[in-house]
Nanobody
Framework: QVQFVESGGGLVQPGGSLRLSCAAS????????MGWYRQAPGKQRDMVAR???????IYADSVKGRFTISRNNAKKTVYLQMNSLEPEDTAVHYC?????????WGQGTQVTVSS
């Protein structure tokens, strides 16, 4: 089974950029669809992007055109490039399989967009 470690979050000003990384362990990563999820204060956890093993991607409407998900199967790593960040993007960001496996939720990485 796969375990995930997220990194790359931080504090940025509106309009700024961050690149999140998700390092995975396990033997099935290369064939699994992976997703990035986020949970803002007082909100439910939602999918923001997912990517299939071959590279096809789906994005939530709120981030389409601003975020790019990618993966490197050899490195067992999933990335989320976040551009034109908005205060509404402030959330803890998580990676997981898609559909997510509940026992694989980790600590996530905090993204804060504020002046």
């Amino acid at each position: 089974q796969v375990q995930f470690v997220e990194s790359g979050g931080g504090l940025v000003q509106p309009g700024g950029s961050l690149r999140l990384s998700c390092a995975a362990s396990g033997s099935i990563f290369s064939i699994a669809t992976m997703g990035w999820y986020r949970q803002a204060p007082g909100k439910q956890r939602d999918m923001v992007a997912r990517i299939a093993s071959g590279g096809s991607a789906i994005y939530a409407d709120s981030v389409k055109g601003r975020f790019t998900i990618s993966r490197n199967n050899a490195k067992k790593t999933v990335y989320l490039q976040m551009n034109s960040l908005e205060p509404e993007d402030t959330a803890v960001h998580y990676c997981n399989n898609w559909p997510p496996l509940e026992y694989l939720w980790g600590q996530g990485t905090q993204v804060t967009v504020s002046s």
